[in-house]
């Protein structure tokens, strides 16, 4: 979808919804673009040490198949290098997220079935506010303020629903990289994608702010919505009945 179109979408959600974080794009590129914070490093980081230090300095995060002794997930949740399979030992024994070995190398598998190869060279992370109009953002990632604006992306996500009116966000136990991108970009290959809510997952959040809540979705979808708002809850010419 292209940044033009995404950013005045944005600027619709922006009058009836309150975000307290920027929101992001993500897009593949050929370039190295100057000025960008590589995920690359001679000791063990997480991308989410990145992300508000990417909102701050007006910068973007670049992801490749190179990423040293970083966190692997993202090279490998992105479609970049293989998905290791340690025979669950990490997940199961390491972090103690799944009971069994046998549940961890399920979600292994389940993972991989998730994944699709970068279309570029890099994969790009960054406000959309600065994305460049030349640009085709894949996945939009906003960040609600609160529960009740939270609330009102999960109905908006229904509103024009013709098929399943109430399975149409999910909440899925992943890692914070599959849920920011992963999983939305995924969707994009589906008839009809799902919203996401993430970073749910217990380790990311010591790398994230505490107010931080995650809604991921397709930009196409992003944009489906935000053309829905007028005459809509949202629309804000809409005066709710009395006693709501």
């Avoid at 990417?54 to 490998?76: V, Y």
């Avoid at 053309?227 to 809509?232: L, P, R, V, Y």
């Amino acid at each position: 979808m292209d940044t033009k179109t995404v950013k005045e979408s944005l600027r619709k959600f922006s009058e009836v919804l309150y975000f307290n974080y920027p929101a992001v794009g993500w897009y593949f590129s050929s370039e190295e673009i100057e000025d960008s914070f590589i995920f690359r490093k001679d000791k063990w980081v997480c991308m989410f040490m990145y992300l508000k230090m990417m909102m701050n300095k007006e910068k973007r995060i670049r992801f490749s198949g190179d990423n040293l002794n970083a966190c692997t997930g993202p090279t490998e949740y992105f479609g970049f290098t293989e998905l290791e399979d340690d025979g669950g030992v990490f997940l199961a024994e390491t972090e103690r997220f799944f009971k069994d070995l046998e549940i961890s190398k399920a979600y292994t598998r389940e993972s991989a079935t998730l994944i699709h190869s970068p279309k570029e060279k890099y994969l790009y992370m960054e406000k959309i506010e600065n994305i460049d109009d030349s640009r085709e953002i894949e996945v939009i990632n906003v960040f609600p303020g609160d529960p009740t604006n939270l609330a009102k992306l999960v109905t908006m996500s229904a509103y024009d629903s013709v098929t399943s009116i109430m399975n149409n966000v999910m909440v899925p136990n992943c890692s914070g990289c599959q849920s920011i991108f992963t999983i939305p970009y995924n969707e994009k290959f589906k008839e009809s994608p799902k919203n996401i809510i993430g970073l749910m997952e217990p380790m990311v959040r010591n790398f994230v702010p505490k107010d931080m809540m995650l809604f991921s979705l397709t930009t196409e979808r992003f944009v489906e919505m935000a053309d829905n708002i007028e005459g809509s809850f949202l629309d804000k010419n809409f005066k709710n009945p009395t006693g709501f």
